[in-house]
């Protein structure tokens, strides 16, 4: 029989104890994640996803809500479960986990399929990255692994007293002569500690920048270096009269499923206001679409022949990002573009079409813009104000704009 001394090597009881603990912190690593998945929907603002805009991609396609409502709160509920089973586990005798380790087990399987196909959704079907949902993913899946270490961990330890000689329900670590380790039915004050101050610490974390990302998708001013760029050009394309008194220029990707979305709130808007506000658009083809350049080549034709919104408004109102010419050309044909002249015209690098977009993209890269859609508002006697998509209603909402708005 092996003596209850080799078991002072390694402690399977304690082992279990240390896995708890990390799936205390993956836990809460997961609520902060979905947590601003979940802000991101509830306060109406863009997540900080860098230029490709593969956040607004994933998070605005229909695989994204369950019953109507977004994925992340679903996710976000799971991980406040998963978490709450934890901090359970931690707070009763380790030689009493195994049912609530069985029910962890269970839902962190479950919650790791569904992330693997939130996650080939993402890449194969809607072909963009959101790094927030790749993480929760990871985080997920992690979990997964430790709850599958944490029950090996609780097997062996509930095996361990026959192996050491000792009466069923005894534990050799708990003999005195013999106890090497703490004692498993008694936990320490980390495990306490800990559960408590990541509870204060990832909803202060949360919310704070939360806060700081609202700023971010709220107004600013157009700063004084960037006021010598020219933002309204030749022959804009614009919507509305042209000697409205507020003028909206908006830099923007046919592509984009926030532009699209925004697309016919904002000339509803115009339309509302006859006479007093216009909007220009300006091209900001981003590279994570694949058929961004080619439907801003073919607006611009179509502007040249006094239909850009016409073939606009025929690419955007589907509300989906094109994968094909022949969606976009499709788009052309509603709109009645002559298709063979405006092929044979895009196969012209030297057109002034191309000339156009380069103009729109120098100008946006001078401005700072990074993503789409991205509104600098103009009126009388009033700084020029950058908004993005979810400020720029809110915006023109205020006092001072709806002064002009009515012709006061």
Same mark, same amino acid.
């Given at each position: 029989?092996?003596?209850?001394?080799?078991?002072?090597?390694?402690?399977?009881?304690?082992?279990?104890?240390?896995?708890?603990?990390?799936?205390?912190?993956?836990?809460?690593?997961?609520?902060?994640?979905?947590?601003?998945?979940?802000?991101?929907?509830?306060?109406?603002?863009?997540?900080?996803?860098? #230029? =490709?805009?593969?956040?607004?991609?994933?998070?605005?396609? /229909?695989? &994204?809500?369950? @019953?109507?409502? +977004?994925?992340?709160? *679903?996710?976000?509920?799971?991980?406040?479960?998963?978490?709450?089973?934890?901090?359970?586990?931690?707070?009763?005798?380790?030689?009493?986990?195994?049912?609530?380790?069985?029910?962890?087990?269970?839902?962190?399987?479950?919650?790791?399929?569904?992330?693997?196909?939130?996650?080939?959704?993402?890449?194969?079907?809607?072909?963009?990255?959101?790094?927030?949902?790749?993480?929760?993913?990871?985080?997920?899946?992690?979990?997964?692994?430790?709850?599958?270490?944490?029950?090996?961990?609780?097997?062996?330890?509930?095996?361990?007293?026959?192996?050491?000689?000792?009466?069923?329900?005894?534990?050799?670590?708990?003999?005195?002569?013999?106890?090497?380790?703490?004692? #498993? =039915?008694?936990?320490?004050?980390?495990?306490?500690?800990? /559960?408590? &101050?990541?509870? @204060?610490?990832? +909803?202060?974390?949360? *919310?704070?920048?939360?806060?700081?990302?609202?700023?971010?998708?709220?107004?600013?001013?157009?700063?004084?270096?960037?006021?010598?760029?020219?933002?309204?050009?030749?022959?804009?394309?614009?919507?509305?009269?042209?000697?409205?008194?507020?003028?909206?220029?908006?830099?923007?990707?046919?592509?984009?499923?926030?532009?699209?979305?925004?697309?016919?709130?904002?000339?509803?808007?115009?339309?509302?206001?006859?006479?007093?506000?216009?909007?220009?658009?300006?091209?900001?083809?981003?590279?994570?679409?694949?058929?961004?350049?080619?439907?801003?080549?073919?607006?611009?034709?179509?502007?040249?022949?006094?239909?850009?919104?016409?073939?606009?408004?025929?690419?955007?109102?589907?509300?989906?990002?094109?994968?094909?010419?022949?969606?976009?050309? &499709?788009?052309?044909?509603?709109?009645?573009?002559?298709?063979?002249?405006?092929?044979?015209?895009?196969?012209?690098?030297?057109?002034?079409?191309?000339?156009?977009?380069?103009?729109?993209?120098?100008?946006?890269?001078?401005?700072?813009?990074?993503?789409?859609?991205?509104?600098?508002?103009?009126?009388?006697?009033?700084?020029?104000?950058?908004?993005?998509?979810?400020?720029?209603?809110?915006?023109?909402?205020?006092?001072?704009?709806?002064?002009?708005?009515?012709?006061?």
């Amino acid at each position: 029989m092996e003596s209850p001394m080799s078991l002072r090597t390694y402690n399977p009881t304690v082992k279990a104890v240390v896995l708890n603990r990390v799936l205390v912190v993956l836990g809460f690593i997961g609520i902060y994640i979905a947590g601003l998945l979940s802000l991101e929907k509830m306060l109406n603002i863009e997540l900080p996803c860098g #230029p =490709s805009g593969g956040c607004a991609t994933v998070s605005s396609h /229909p695989s &994204a809500f369950w @019953l109507g409502l +977004p994925v992340a709160y *679903f996710g976000l509920f799971g991980y406040l479960v998963l978490t709450l089973i934890a901090v359970l586990r931690a707070i009763q005798p380790a030689d009493e986990m195994k049912p609530l380790v069985t029910l962890g087990y269970i839902i962190s399987a479950i919650g790791a399929a569904l992330s693997l196909y939130l996650q080939y959704t993402a890449l194969f079907v809607i072909k963009a990255v959101c790094p927030f949902c790749l993480a929760s993913a990871i985080t997920m899946i992690l979990t997964l692994i430790f709850h599958a270490l944490l029950a090996q961990a609780v097997r062996t330890s509930e095996a361990a007293p026959a192996a050491a000689g000792a009466a069923p329900g005894e534990s050799p670590y708990a003999r005195p002569e013999e106890q090497v380790v703490e004692n #498993p =039915s008694r936990r320490s004050k980390l495990d306490v500690v800990l /559960p408590i &101050a990541l509870a @204060l610490a990832v +909803p202060t974390i949360l *919310f704070a920048q939360a806060s700081s990302m609202k700023q971010a998708n709220g107004t600013t001013n157009l700063t004084e270096e960037k006021k010598q760029v020219p933002l309204i050009p030749d022959r804009p394309n614009q919507y509305g009269a042209a000697n409205a008194p507020i003028t909206i220029v908006e830099w923007a990707d046919l592509c984009c499923l926030s532009c699209q979305r925004n697309a016919p709130k904002i000339k509803e808007f115009i339309n509302q206001h006859p006479g007093r506000i216009r909007v220009i658009f300006r091209h900001f083809p981003l590279p994570m679409h694949k058929q961004a350049s080619t439907a801003a080549a073919m607006a611009e034709y179509a502007a040249d022949k006094g239909k850009f919104w016409d073939f606009a408004m025929a690419v955007m109102a589907p509300e989906k990002e094109p994968q094909s010419v022949d969606e976009l050309l &499709a788009a052309a044909n509603t709109a009645g573009l002559n298709i063979e002249d405006m092929l044979k015209r895009m196969e012209n690098e030297k057109d002034p079409i191309y000339e156009r977009i380069k103009r729109d993209k120098e100008a946006a890269h001078q401005l700072g813009i990074s993503s789409t859609p991205t509104f600098l508002v103009m009126a009388p006697n009033m700084e020029t104000k950058v908004a993005r998509a979810n400020a720029v209603f809110e915006m023109l909402s205020s006092p001072e704009y709806r002064k002009i708005l009515e012709g006061k």
